[in-house]
């Protein structure tokens, strides 16, 4: 059974920083690509970033970039986003999502829900002016 459990959610100020964790379980973590994504409250879930097997390719959404970066460490099992400079309006649920498992590089650049098979439950981050 594969899980991905989101960590390192909270409540900060503007300005401040934050690094979530995704732990995965049950599956070949090494294979797969990984990918960030958002909802906040009336919105529909967002894509944040993307990351592929190797940390070779990466990807993030115009909203974060050059604020969040995702690596992953294979031998941990876990993927990380740190997020730096954070606005109010990065207040949402995030979650971690695992892709196909290709071990592409090409995984390091999906953007949309359909590209990704398996889900975590969430971590909220809620960022306060």
């Known amino acids: 059974q594969v899980q991905l459990v989101e960590s390192g959610g909270g409540l900060v100020q503007a300005g401040d920083s934050l690094r979530l964790s995704c732990a995965a379980s049950?599956?070949?973590?090494?294979?797969?690509?990984m990918g960030w994504f958002r909802q906040a409250p009336g919105k529909e879930r967002e894509f944040v970033a993307a990351?592929?097997?190797?940390?070779?390719?990466?990807r993030y959404a115009d909203s974060v970039e050059g604020r969040f970066t995702s690596t992953r460490d294979n031998a941990k099992n876990t993927v990380y986003l740190r997020m730096n400079s954070l606005k109010p309006e990065d207040t949402a649920v995030y979650y971690c999502?695992?892709?196909?498992?290709?071990?592409?590089?090409?995984?390091?650049?999906?953007?949309?829900?359909?590209?990704?098979?398996?889900w975590g439950q969430g971590t909220q981050v809620t960022v306060s002016s």
């Open positions: 999502a695992a892709s196909l498992g290709t071990s592409s590089a090409r995984e390091g650049q999906f953007a949309h829900e359909g590209q990704y098979r398996y």
């Open positions: 049950g599956l070949t973590f090494s294979s797969y690509g």
């Open positions: 990351i592929s097997w190797s940390g070779g390719s990466k």
